[in-house]
């Protein structure tokens, strides 16, 4: 097992340089995720509020996303990454800056910028991956491209738990800190090669096969959906129902985040076992199972004990539905087929982004009519269970197709 680990070493080394340069973007974005809503509560915002505020991150990808998966086919990527890894971290450290100075008026414009420059990254790194990696090293190449996700968390974690309990700086210093790191993307971005011969074909008109990309965002649309009532809160959860603070929870993602690490970086193998089928079906019902119980755990906050619980279906939840996500990634790529990919990754970024921004107003009516966190939750498994029906039709169809 440890010596297949080496084949992430033979992925072609302009897309390590690009895995490299969305590390680092997603080391702040996943900083912002695991205490910004905390520190945004503490700092007088209402729930309702923070939703409202992280609406507006979703809703320029909403915008966004079509036209430039449409104007990406046409063109290289190195240009939108470069742009992205050096404004990104500068609208980062203005965002904390913001609230600090209680120039609150310009908090929606700040949150909207920075769903603009990180959907023009996130959407070009899949194409670039299956454009410049051999087929021998696309798998581990997109799986590699998901675990800077989860990777960055569990390092931010990290950080964030020392810098908050041994040298006592607050959230805002921390993010602040953190965000500076992100400057590295820019280098890393300035290394990426993209060969002068890009595919002919990415510059003429394209005829999109729209049902091959219906079938396929469709799955993902549905969990999306579940998914925006859920992961952008999850932190508000545990702060209101067991008091886990911003360094605890930072403390708590980070480990998660190593088993997520773990999980996306053995999916090559986990395919090779077992398919697409039962490895994206069974590990994503796991996961709906564990959430279940994890929304439980909040009718019994009143025992101590049960935090430790609430805790252990987090970090189950977490891989399983993680390690869905490349093979579901590679799997929809596949299936649309080279003509339909650019454009399948812009629409799939619109989907996560837009159908979060709708989750997150759907979020904020459910606090205000004050349903619990738990019965969000549930809602959230209940899409989750349909639209991995969705996903199990999808391979049928996939299977079949490639027998026929």
Not at 125 to 133: A, D, G, H, K, Q
Not at 140 to 152: D, E, G, N, Q, V
Not at 209 to 218: E, M, V
Not at 326 to 336: F, G
């Amino acid at each position: 097992m440890i010596n297949k680990f080496y084949n992430y070493f033979k992925i072609e080394t302009s897309v390590l340089d690009l895995i490299k340069s969305q590390f680092f973007l997603q080391l702040i974005a996943t900083s912002f995720f695991l205490i910004l809503n905390i520190y945004l509560s503490k700092n007088s915002f209402s729930d309702s509020d923070i939703a409202d505020l992280i609406s507006y991150r979703f809703l320029a990808v909403i915008i966004l996303s079509y036209p430039f998966g449409y104007f990406i086919s046409f063109r290289k990527l190195k240009p939108f990454f470069t742009v992205s890894s050096i404004l990104l971290p500068v609208i980062a450290i203005l965002l904390v800056l913001m609230i600090q100075y209680d120039l609150n008026q310009y908090l929606k414009i700040i949150f909207f910028t920075w769903g603009i420059l990180f959907t023009m990254f996130q959407i070009s790194v899949l194409p670039y991956i299956m454009r410049y990696t051999s087929t021998v090293n696309q798998t581990y190449a997109i799986s590699l491209s998901f675990a800077t996700h989860s990777i960055a968390m569990l390092i931010a974690g990290v950080l964030i738990y020392i810098l908050s309990n041994i040298l006592n700086i607050d959230e805002g210093q921390i993010l602040l800190i953190i965000s500076c790191f992100g400057f590295l993307s820019f280098y890393f971005s300035q290394k990426i090669i993209e060969p002068k011969n890009v595919d002919k074909i990415n510059k003429i008109q394209r005829n999109y096969n729209w049902k091959l990309i219906i079938q396929c965002t469709l799955p993902t649309l549905v969990i999306a959906v579940g998914a925006g009532l859920t992961i952008p809160f999850i932190n508000l959860f545990f702060f209101h129902n067991f008091n886990v603070d911003s360094d605890d929870f930072a403390l708590i993602g980070g480990v998660t985040s190593l088993f997520v690490a773990i999980s996306s970086l053995i999916v090559p193998f986990v395919k090779k076992e077992f398919g697409f089928k039962k490895s994206i079906i069974n590990t994503q019902l796991i996961s709906v199972f564990a959430l279940i119980s994890l929304s439980t755990t909040a009718y019994y906050s009143q025992y101590n004990f049960v935090v430790y619980f609430a805790i252990f279906f987090y970090m189950m939840r977490a891989p399983l539905m993680n390690m869905a996500a490349p093979l579901t990634s590679e799997l929809t790529m596949i299936y649309v087929g080279k003509d339909n990919q650019e454009m399948l990754s812009a629409i799939v970024a619109a989907i996560w982004s837009g159908s979060w921004f709708f989750s997150s107003q759907i979020f904020k009516f459910l606090i205000n009519l004050k349903y619990s966190y738990s019965t969000i939750f549930y809602i959230t498994a209940a899409l989750y269970l349909l639209g991995i029906f969705f996903y199990y039709l999808l391979i049928k169809k996939f299977i079949r197709n490639k027998d026929s």
